[in-house]
């Protein structure tokens, strides 16, 4: 649907893109994850065509975003990393806004607005000025607001920033419904929960440059195998720490002892061993490799920003 | 207290880091002073008013009248003019007055055929002017009176005489004079015959004053106002055009923090991603701050209509074809704010400094006539100077719209000018 073919864009100091190819496929939700700084952003404004890329091509369903021009903006939307609306307006005046300049006629716009709006629980406050909202009633209006002419491609940058779990949930809940009937999403974010809650493919993008791409599970993959447990510090542990020797390296980390299991580690022997030494479980901690493992492997714990 | 302290620190630190608020804070004041300083100060050589001048006269007076004029410190003497040939022309008082009534200069002075013969008892000297503004015609009239006075006062001692001869006759009148030459001499000690035939070098800074006061009778210098007798209210019809075009400013700066506003807020990406594009979101602007700036100028006039009785509807078209001008190129100067500035804060900061040091050098308060001529060069670059111009030509002077023209369209050219360059530079830049 979306093939973004060797792009490459150089702000004065910095490299921000560094020959990104990606194919988003069609009702794909592909979340795209990285760093501050990373080149994310700059991805989506090159895809939105708000920023001119320095080198490479982008086509959707074969032909040159470039070529198609207008045409192409119709079939996407987007919702910006910031709220990016009118404060001193009500709801339906800032949609109205947005709405209009596709052409959508009066009539239907009028009808969208306020199915946009009972979907993502605003209809009741649709004529409150958006600067009386709430944070996360604001996100909610944010992202109705890039899907007004119900766009082929929805990308979202950090839709979520800021938000209580009850508007994060309805937002997830939203645009799982979206792209369950259809909706292409490509998807940012920093919270690596939401990807892998959401996404059926993640790219992980650093330095201006994809360095994993695939399934969650085929992404998770790519971390070592080794499983690691984690024993809370007390006296009990303290003293029959030295039974688990035999199942793995252990050292102290963050007043707990990790068990890094050897190759042939066995969870039926060492749930064994624990039952045998009167170790309750509510004091192990089985470690079980995320996204943000992998993230941190692959990009590292330096900051960024 | 050390609370207090640490705070003010903070609040100056804030001040220090911020660059466009100290320039600012430095440069309006600096500015500022300098413009007061040239028009109120005492640098009289460098801002001559320009005085148009016809000497019809053959007569040595008028001769030495001229050459006086002609090297004052106070007026630049306008004598020609190019036609449509581009031919030097001297004026005559019809084209003169012509000149004035378009706004040319502000006065002139004609010394008539008949300005002093051999039996006049006064010198007759004419006066045209557009007091369309008090400074400079207080100024004109007070400095003109001055020179005629230091440079001509024997005519006026000859007048006396001849005033005395005509009133007691021949006989009684020579006997008079002869009488007060006497009493002169007795007093002052001062040679008869000199008092009865003044030395044509007669020093007339002795005793300047007196002088004045006594041959203040004897100039008759007929004025004539050419423009604006039939204005309601002269001083808030001469002065509304400069103080209207300031405010628009203001207003209109905010064309530039609202793209900036909504760049930050992202509101420019989301409008980018519709059909719109950039050059649809720039005029789409450009032309919603027109409208808002011609509604405010309408408001404004129909105020001045009721509250200061301000004559609008006499030339209601030609008004209304300057105010869509003037807000065009108010809404240019914003537009070229938001495309030379990177943030909202350099655009309202140096807007502030441009707006005001335009206002000073382009005659909103007070006359560029009085300002150096090398100030006077830059009043005419700036679009306070033409607005005000144009606003006069259709208030006070109650031009047609031909005559209005001339500045219609320079107006039209600084707006095309200033747009084309923001829209040369929003292309170039990452700006939105």
């Known amino acids: 649907m979306l093939k973004i073919n060797n792009i490459k864009k150089q702000f004065p100091s910095v490299r921000a893109l560094d020959g990104i190819t990606l194919e988003i496929k069609e009702k794909e939700f592909f979340g795209l994850i990285g760093p501050n700084g990373a080149g994310k952003s700059t991805l989506i404004n090159i895809i939105v065509g708000y920023l001119q890329m320095d080198e490479g091509y982008i086509e959707f369903n074969g032909k040159d975003i470039k070529e198609l021009g207008i045409s192409y903006k119709k079939k996407i939307g987007l919702v910006p990393q910031s709220i990016a609306l009118y404060e001193d307006l009500n709801a339906i005046d800032n949609l109205k806004i947005f709405g209009s300049l596709f052409d959508i006629p009066k009539k239907e716009l009028k009808e969208i607005i306020n199915e946009k709006l009972n979907a993502v629980g605003l209809y009741e406050r649709k004529k409150d000025l958006v600067k009386n909202y709430s944070g996360g009633m604001k996100r909610r209006l944010n992202l109705i607001a890039a899907l007004l002419h119900r766009p082929e491609i929805l990308l979202c940058d950090e839709p979520t920033v800021g938000v209580d779990p009850q508007s994060r949930n309805a937002i997830f809940s939203y645009l799982q419904d979206l792209n369950t009937s259809g909706t292409t999403i490509i998807y940012t974010t920093h919270y690596m929960e939401e990807a892998e809650k959401l996404c059926n493919r993640i790219g992980i993008i650093d330095y201006g440059k994809i360095i994993a791409l695939g399934t969650l599970e085929e992404l998770l993959n790519l971390l070592p195998p080794k499983k690691s447990i984690f024993f809370v510090k007390n006296g009990l542990t303290e003293s029959k720490i030295e039974e688990f020797k035999k199942f793995g390296k252990i050292s102290i980390n963050n007043s707990k002892y990790k068990l890094e299991a050897n190759d042939e580690f066995r969870f039926s022997e060492f749930f064994a061993a624990l039952e045998e030494n009167g170790i309750d479980e509510r004091f192990i901690e089985i470690y079980k490799p995320n996204l943000e493992t992998l993230f941190l492997n692959l990009t590292g714990r330096i900051f960024r920003d | ?432």
């Not at chain 2, 006269?57 to 090297?71: F, P, V």
């Not at chain 2, 030097?88 to 010394?111: C, M």
């Open chain 2, 1 to 432: 207290m050390k609370t207090i302290l640490k705070l003010v620190s903070k609040d100056l630190l804030i001040f220090r880091k911020d660059k466009v608020a100290l320039a600012i804070t430095f440069l309006v004041p600096v500015v500022l002073i300098f413009i007061f300083g040239k028009v109120f100060g005492v640098d009289s050589s460098q801002s001559k008013i320009e005085l148009g001048f016809v000497n019809e006269s053959t007569s040595e007076i008028a001769k030495k009248l001229e050459k006086s004029l002609d090297t004052s410190n106070t007026f630049k003497l306008i004598k020609t003019y190019n036609n449509e040939k581009n031919e030097v022309v001297k004026y005559d008082t019809n084209t003169i007055k012509t000149a004035i009534k378009s706004g040319k200069f502000s006065s002139a002075l004609i010394i008539p055929e008949d300005a002093y013969t051999d039996t006049s008892t006064a010198l007759k000297l004419k006066l045209y002017y557009d007091p369309k503004n008090d400074i400079e015609m207080g100024i004109t009239e007070g400095v003109l009176y001055q020179t005629i006075m230091k440079q001509l006062p024997e005519i006026f001692v000859k007048s006396m005489q001849r005033q005395a001869v005509g009133t007691l006759g021949q006989e009684k009148g020579i006997m008079f004079n002869n009488e007060i030459a006497r009493t002169i001499n007795k007093y002052y000690k001062i040679d008869t015959a000199e008092i009865l035939n003044p030395n044509i070098n007669f020093n007339p800074n002795s005793s300047d004053t007196q002088q004045s006061n006594i041959f203040q009778n004897i100039l008759n210098l007929e004025s004539e106002q050419l423009v604006g007798k039939d204005v309601a209210n002269p001083m808030a019809t001469r002065s509304v055009g400069g103080w209207a075009i300031m405010f628009l400013m203001f207003t209109i700066t905010s064309y530039a923090t609202s793209l900036f506003d909504e760049k930050k807020t992202g509101i420019m990406i989301r409008l980018l991603t519709t059909p719109a594009t950039r050059t649809d979101v720039l005029w789409g602007k450009y032309i919603a701050f027109t409208t808002i700036g011609i509604i405010q100028l309408i408001a404004l006039f129909i105020a001045g209509s009721i509250l200061f009785d301000i004559q609008i509807f006499e030339h209601f078209f030609e008004l209304l074809v300057i105010i869509i001008v003037s807000s065009m190129v108010c809404t240019s100067f914003g537009m070229f704010l938001s495309s030379i500035c990177k943030t909202s804060g350099q655009a309202t900061g140096l807007g502030t400094f441009l707006i005001l040091t335009m206002s000073a050098i382009g005659g909103a308060w007070f006359p560029i006539s009085l300002m150096p001529e090398y100030i006077r060069i830059f009043s005419k670059l700036t679009t306070v100077y033409w607005s005000i111009e144009a606003f006069l030509d259709v208030l006070w002077r109650k031009l047609d719209f031909i005559e209005v023209l001339p500045n219609v369209l320079v107006l039209l050219g600084i707006t095309i000018v200033i747009s084309t360059i923001s829209v040369i530079k929003f292309r170039k830049s990452n700006l939105f």
